[in-house]
C-alpha cells in the first residue's frame, strides 16, 4: 500500500535576524542586521499509512510547526520533498487544501460574533462542497457530537470543548484525507479531553481519515496514536510504536512483590531495592533486563503471593527523551 | 468562478450580520459619522466668513464636497492592509493559506463584501441625507460614465495598493511606523479633508504625481464638475497608470513572499 503521508530528507532553513542587547544593538541592527542561519527542520524522512493516528512530538521550537506548514503547502521546504494524497502540497496549495482538513487549538477559524451554521455555511461556499455531502455531513456531526443544539448559538457563547468539537467538524465537512491536529486538546478539563479524544477515535474510525496528531499531552498520545514521531531541534530522534518507545526508552520498571512471609530482598547487580520491609518488597530495574532473568530471582527469595510490573509512565519517557 | 461567486454571497451575508450583532455599537458609529460631518461643515461655514465664493468654489459646492468626501470614504475604505499585517504578526496567516483559493483573490472578495456591507449600512442611507437635508441642493453634480469610471478606478486602486502594503507584511514582519507616518500624508495629499485646489502650487503640482489623489480627490472632483473635459481623460490616465502600478507589485511582492515566508508563532 502506498503511503498517503510522506517526507524524504525534508529540511527547512531560515535566515534570521539576530538581535544584539541593548539600545545600542539595536540601533546597530536597524543598520547593518546580524544574520544567521537556522535549520529549523533537518533531514526528516517519513511516511504515514491511510487510516493511521500518528502523533507527532516535540517540545517548543523542535520545528514540529514548520514541519507541518510544509505537509500543508504553507512553506516550501529548503530541500527534500512531501507529498500529500498525491500531491506535492507546496507546489499546489490550493488543490492539497482540498485533501486536508487543518485544526488549530490556538486559533478559531469560526466567526466570533456568529452562529455556528454561519461558519459552516461559508466553509460551503469556499470549498464548494455539494449539497448532498454537507447534509450528510452535518447530520453525521449533529447526531455523534452534539453539534445539532449549538447550530444557532454565536460561537463566542460555546464552552471551549464545544467550540473544538465544532472546529474538527467544519475541518472534516470537505471530507478532508489527511486530518492535522495542532494542540486540540489545549486548554481543556479531563471530560472535555475525553469527548474530544472519543470523537477523534469516531471519526478515524468510521471516516478512515489519516490523522496528524501535534501535542503536547501525552494523555492524548496514549489514548489514540499508536506510532509516534519525535522531533527535537529539527531532527528526528523516535519514529515508531509506543510501545516500542516505552521498551527502547524507558527501562525503568518497577517490580511491587507481596511475599507470604518476610524474607531477604534479591542481591543482584542489576536490581535496585526501593523498599523491602517484612512481606512488601518493591525493586527497580532501570537496565534493559529481561523478564526471564528477573523473574527467577524474584521467586527464588520467597513465595509470592502477589506481584506487578508497572511500565514506565510515558511522560517519564518522553521527559527523558527530550533532555537526552 | 462558481465558488468565487458563492464565497461572494455568503461573505457579503456575514459581513452584514457581524456589522448589526451589537446594536449600540452600531448606532454609536451612526452617530460619530453625523458628528463629524457636522463639524466639518460648521468648519467650512466659519472659514468662508460669509464670503459666497473662494477661489472659485462656493460654500454649497464645498458643504457638498465635504458630505459626499465622507461617504465616498466609507464606500472606498479598505482593511485588506491590517488584515494581513495583523494575520503575519499573530500568526493567523497560516490559516489562510491552507485553503483552497488564493489569498489575494480571497482578500478581493472580502473587500467586495465588506464594501457591500457599507453600501447598504452606510452609504445608502447617508445618500438620502444628503437628499433630504438639500446637502446637494444648488450644486451641479456630474454623474456621467466619468465618475463612476473614476469611482471605479478609485476602487480598484485602493484595493491593490493596500494589497502591496499588506504583502510587504510578509518580509518585514512589522511596518506599522512606517505605514502610520505614509498615511498622514496621504490624508493631507489624497484631497479627502481639504479639497487639493486650495493647495499652494507647488504642493498641488506634487500632489498630482502622488497615487492618492487619485484615490479621493480625481473622483469627487470629477463628480462636483471640477474637472471637465479632456482634464479627466488626463486624470483617469494617471489613476489608471497608479492602479497598474499597483497591480504589478502586489502580484510581484505576493510570488515572490511565498517563497521566502516566515511563519510567526507555533
Request: proline share 5%; aromatic share 12%.
Amino acid at each position: 500500500m502506498n503511503p498517503i503521508l510522506s517526507a524524504e530528507h525534508l529540511t527547512k532553513r531560515f535566515t534570521v535576524v539576530v538581535g544584539r542587547k541593548g539600545l545600542a544593538g539595536a540601533v546597530g541592527n536597524l543598520f547593518a542586521p546580524t544574520k544567521r542561519e537556522i535549520m529549523a527542520v533537518n533531514d526528516i524522512s517519513f511516511s504515514v499509512e491511510e487510516g493511521e493516528i500518528v502523533g507527532f512530538l516535540g517540545p517548543n521550537g523542535a520545528g514540529k510547526s514548520t514541519t507541518i506548514k510544509m505537509l500543508t503547502g504553507i512553506l516550501t521546504p529548503t530541500s527534500g520533498s512531501a507529498e500529500a494524497a498525491g500531491l506535492v502540497p507546496y507546489q499546489r496549495p490550493r488543490e492539497n487544501a482540498r485533501n486536508i482538513g487543518v485544526v488549530f487549538g490556538q486559533r478559531s477559524r469560526l466567526w466570533w460574533n456568529l452562529p455556528v451554521q454561519d461558519s459552516f455555511e461559508y466553509t460551503k461556499a469556499l470549498y464548494q462542497i455539494p449539497e448532498g455531502v454537507f447534509r450528510e455531513n452535518l447530520s453525521y456531526f449533529s447526531e455523534n457530537f452534539g453539534v445539532s443544539e449549538i447550530m444557532t448559538k454565536p460561537v463566542r457563547t460555546l464552552s471551549l470543548g464545544q467550540k473544538m468539537r465544532t472546529e474538527i467538524a467544519m475541518a472534516m465537512l470537505h471530507n478532508p484525507r489527511i486530518l492535522y491536529l495542532d494542540e486540540p486538546t489545549i486548554g481543556l478539563d479531563v471530560v472535555g479531553k475525553n469527548e474530544l479524544h472519543q470523537l477523534i477515535r469516531r471519526i478515524n474510525a468510521d471516516r478512515w481519515v489519516t490523522i496528524l496528531l501535534l501535542t503536547h499531552d501525552v494523555l492524548d498520545i496514549e489514548r489514540l496514536c499508536r506510532r509516534v514521531m519525535i522531533i527535537d531541534k529539527g531532527s528526528m530522534i523516535w519514529h515508531g510504536g509506543i510501545e516500542e518507545l516505552k521498551r527502547a526508552k524507558g527501562m525503568e520498571k518497577h517490580y511491587h512483590v507481596l511475599y507470604e512471609s518476610p524474607c531477604d530482598p534479591i542481591q543482584e547487580p542489576f536490581i535496585q531495592v526501593v523498599q523491602a520491609e517484612g512481606q512488601r518488597h518493591h525493586y527497580l530495574c532501570t537496565e534493559d533486563v529481561p523478564m526471564e532473568v528477573i523473574l527467577p530471582r524474584i521467586l527464588a527469595v520467597g513465595k509470592v503471593v502477589d506481584f506487578t510490573v508497572n511500565d514506565p509512565p510515558l511522560d517519564q519517557v518522553m521527559r527523558r527523551i527530550y533532555t537526552e | 468562478m462558481k465558488q468565487l461567486w458563492d464565497y461572494l454571497k455568503v461573505s457579503c451575508k456575514i459581513e452584514l450580520e457581524n456589522q448589526l450583532v451589537f446594536r449600540s455599537n452600531f448606532f454609536v458609529s451612526i452617530l460619530s459619522v453625523v458628528i463629524r460631518v457636522a463639524m466639518l461643515l460648521a468648519l467650512w461655514s466659519a472659514l468662508y466668513q460669509g464670503k459666497t465664493q473662494v477661489d472659485g468654489i462656493s460654500l454649497a459646492t464645498m458643504k457638498c464636497y465635504t458630505v459626499v468626501s465622507i461617504v465616498f470614504e466609507l464606500f472606498i475604505a479598505c482593511n485588506v492592509e491590517q488584515s494581513v499585517t495583523g494575520k503575519v504578526k499573530d500568526g493567523s496567516i497560516s490559516m489562510m493559506l491552507t485553503r483552497p483559493a488564493s489569498y489575494p483573490v480571497t482578500l478581493f472578495i472580502e473587500q467586495l463584501a465588506n464594501t457591500f456591507q457599507a453600501v447598504v449600512v452606510w452609504v445608502i442611507p447617508y445618500l438620502l441625507v444628503i437628499l433630504l437635508c438639500g446637502f446637494a441642493r444648488g450644486v451641479q453634480l456630474y454623474l456621467g460614465p466619468w465618475f463612476w469610471a473614476s469611482a471605479l478606478g478609485a476602487y480598484l486602486l485602493m484595493f491593490f495598493y493596500q494589497l502591496f502594503f499588506g504583502m510587504i507584511a510578509f518580509w518585514t514582519q512589522e511596518i506599522s511606523g512606517f505605514l502610520q507616518a505614509r498615511d498622514a500624508v496621504m490624508l493631507v495629499f489624497s484631497g479627502s479633508m481639504v479639497p487639493l485646489w486650495f493647495f499652494p502650487e507647488k504642493l498641488f503640482a506634487l500632489a498630482q504625481y502622488l497615487p492618492f489623489q487619485a484615490m479621493y480627490s480625481v473622483p469627487l472632483s470629477i463628480l462636483i464638475g471640477k474637472i471637465t473635459g479632456p482634464d479627466i481623460r488626463s486624470a483617469l490616465l494617471v489613476q489608471l497608470g497608479w492602479l497598474l502600478g499597483f497591480w504589478l507589485l502586489s502580484q510581484l511582492c505576493w510570488r515572490k513572499s511565498r517563497r521566502r515566508m516566515i511563519v510567526n508563532g507555533g
